[in-house]
């Protein structure tokens, strides 16, 4: 268990520093170009990884419709998030975009947790809408860029 908490650590620092990274790419050479640079470059680091992986690549043996038609959405939905992000991080503090998509996550893993897996804890619930009062409470003293 402490390896994944490690590991959720630091996919949460690489996150933040990917999108200001991307942010400074974006406003040298505009969001779109530079979400296709990000993942032209991830497809190589990605096929890389997977050559250089001792696990077996299993892709080729997929058929079309073993795959369910939402396993496709990630891609769309992380270049989307990519362009989102180029647009807004120039705009505010690396603070205050963090705050912003962490409440945004957190709102979004309640929604799919009761209305998707129907899971209803009041604790997390109560815990979460508290999260969430927080960051608008730490947002309301951020200034924008």
């Given at each position: ?30 969001p ?9 470059l ?94 608008l ?9």
């Open positions: 268990m402490l390896i994944a908490i490690i590991l959720s650590f630091l996919s949460g620092v690489t996150r933040t520093v990917s999108r200001m990274v991307n942010a400074q790419l974006s406003e040298r050479i505009g779109f170009q530079s979400t296709f640079y990000n993942y032209g991830g497809l190589i680091c990605s096929v890389l990884i997977l050559f250089l992986s001792r696990d077996p690549w299993s892709v080729s043996t997929l058929t079309a419709g073993q795959i369910p038609a939402w396993a496709y959405w990630g891609g769309g939905i992380g270049v989307l998030i990519v362009v989102l992000s180029n647009f807004v991080t120039p705009k505010m503090s690396a603070f205050a975009m963090t705050l912003l998509i962490f409440g945004g996550q957190i709102g979004t893993g309640i929604v799919i947790d009761v209305f998707i897996h129907q899971q209803f804890s009041l604790g997390q619930m109560t815990g979460g809408v508290l999260i969430l009062v927080g960051l409470g730490s947002l309301s003293t951020i200034r924008d860029k």
